[in-house]
């Protein structure tokens, strides 16, 4: 009978439960997981990526994953397409290419992703808007290790954010929020003031292991963030 990461899941959160494994105590890679129950490393990743959302597990990259001393609920943020959040809302989106360079990745960036030190990157700028008004600047970075082809895609009609959803899945993702300061550039590109608050996500994705982008999206002042747990 063929292994489900429903299986996978159930069968660990039942060790867990019975306290084979305590608050705390490191769990077996994926790779000996997937041995462990015959199937293949992706069906435990995903089993892995749910108990981890169901705040049951602790998942960090190179450190491991641990039972969670006291199982909580988390708050959960999807990364979605802005074209589909912003007709969602009923207004009409659209979207412009405002800047596009292929460069050797600079040291903050290596140090960010952890890129081998030859590494390139592609830089993409973007604004979305919505009903014509600034909705969202995207400042944005690809690893062309990770992905090679991104150097080739034009990004002139459809924006990096929807590529890289319909192009690579992630396995793991850190996500910031913090307040900036609008310079001139941000300003006119958000149709505000010079020195205004703006609110910031910081997003970067992995795939196994393998850095995949980094992006700053800055927003207007006013602009609103609801999520669910």
Not at 108 to 130: E, F, N, S, V
């Amino acid at each position: 009978m063929k292994i489900t990461f429903r299986d996978v899941k159930s069968d660990i959160l039942s060790k867990i439960v019975k306290g084979h494994w305590a608050p705390g105590a490191l769990l077996p890679g994926e790779v000996d997981l997937a041995e462990t129950y015959g199937c293949a490393r992706a069906t435990v990743n995903r089993a892995m990526r749910e108990l981890a959302e169901d705040g049951i597990i602790e998942r960090r990259r190179k450190a491991g994953t641990r039972v969670r001393q006291a199982p909580v609920r988390q708050a959960r943020f999807d990364i979605p397409i802005v074209r589909r959040e912003i007709e969602n809302k009923g207004a009409v989106y659209h979207y412009q290419l405002v800047g596009r360079h292929a460069i050797a990745a600079p040291d903050w960036l290596r140090a960010r992703l952890d890129l081998p030190k030859d590494a390139r990157a592609l830089h993409l700028r973007c604004l979305h808007t919505a009903d014509e008004t600034p909705y969202q600047f995207e400042d944005r970075w690809i690893s062309l290790t990770a992905l090679p082809q991104a150097e080739d895609a034009g990004f002139d009609r459809v924006g990096p954010n929807e590529w890289l959803v319909n192009t690579i899945p992630f396995s793991d993702a850190e996500i910031s929020f913090c307040a900036t300061i609008a310079d001139k550039t941000l300003a006119d590109h958000l149709s505000c003031t010079p020195g205004d608050p703006l609110f910031v996500v910081e997003r970067a994705t992995w795939w196994e292991g393998k850095a995949v982008t980094f992006v700053r999206l800055i927003h207007p002042p006013g602009h609103r963030m609801t999520t669910r747990y």
